[in-house]
T-cell receptor, first 117, second 113 residues
């Protein structure tokens, strides 16, 4: 089974509106971390936000927030007030285990977001 | 700090040629990794290292070798390039804790003819 699932087709959003990008994950570990990265057309990978499995509150970073539903194993990224510069590929990723011995990061296949003016 | 640097940025090889992709970081990170990115596949882990002298295989290790003689450097070697290795390669590093994000290099676009 895939550890990280991103199944949405290309997403479109109107500028200044909010958009939710879906991510579900699969793990038997109690301790894990979830990450979202942005990859614009220029190709670099940009870290956006992190959520730990034991974090009681949903993570927020500026216009980015993570809707973490542990029982459903979902970690959806919410982008508020979309901007044209948000047009990019977005990847959800997970790291399992407590220590570096298990630090491998597993990525989903990504979602393309296009922001319309 | 330069962060994570990769060289070269672009490379074209012929089938059967060998080459080394260089990766260096100046953040004193213990953990380093190599990924390849192919259309529709996300990033897939090739090899990783949790410290100098320690390496291990990721999801797609065949055809690639790595070594980690220093904390700073983590080169990726293609022994005999194949067209299936045409891809974009990313090197990344992080501190060795679960909540630490990986810092990515700018990537190397490799084409094998």
């Amino acid at each position: 089974a895939q550890k990280i699932t991103q199944t949405q087709p290309g997403m479109f959003v109107q500028e200044k509106e909010a958009v939710t990008l879906d991510c579900t994950y699969d793990t038997s570990d109690q301790s894990y971390g979830l990450f979202w990265y942005k990859q614009p057309s220029s190709g670099e990978m940009i870290f956006l936000i992190y959520q730990g499995s034991y974090d009681e509150q949903n993570a927020t970073e500026g216009r980015y927030s993570l809707n973490f539903q542990k029982a459903r194993k979902s970690a959806n990224l919410v982008i508020s007030a979309s901007q044209l510069g948000d047009s990019a590929m977005y990847f959800c990723a997970m790291r399992e285990g407590r220590t570096g011995a298990n630090s491998k990061l597993t990525f989903g296949k990504g979602i393309t977001l296009s922001v319309r003016p | 700090n330069a962060g994570v640097t990769q060289t070269p940025k672009f490379q074209v090889l012929k089938t059967g040629q060998s080459m080394t992709l260089q990766c260096a970081q100046d953040m004193n990170h213990e953990y380093m990794s190599w990924y390849r990115q192919d259309p529709g596949m996300g990033l897939r882990l090739i090899h990783y290292s949790v410290g100098a002298g320690i390496t291990d295989q990721g999801e797609v290790p065949n055809g690639y070798n790595v070594s980690r003689s220093t904390t700073e450097d983590f080169p990726l070697r293609l022994l005999s390039a194949a067209p299936s290795q045409t891809s974009v390669y990313f090197c990344a590093s992080s501190a060795n804790l679960i909540r630490d994000s990986e810092f990515f290099g700018p990537g190397t676009r490799l084409t094998v003819l």
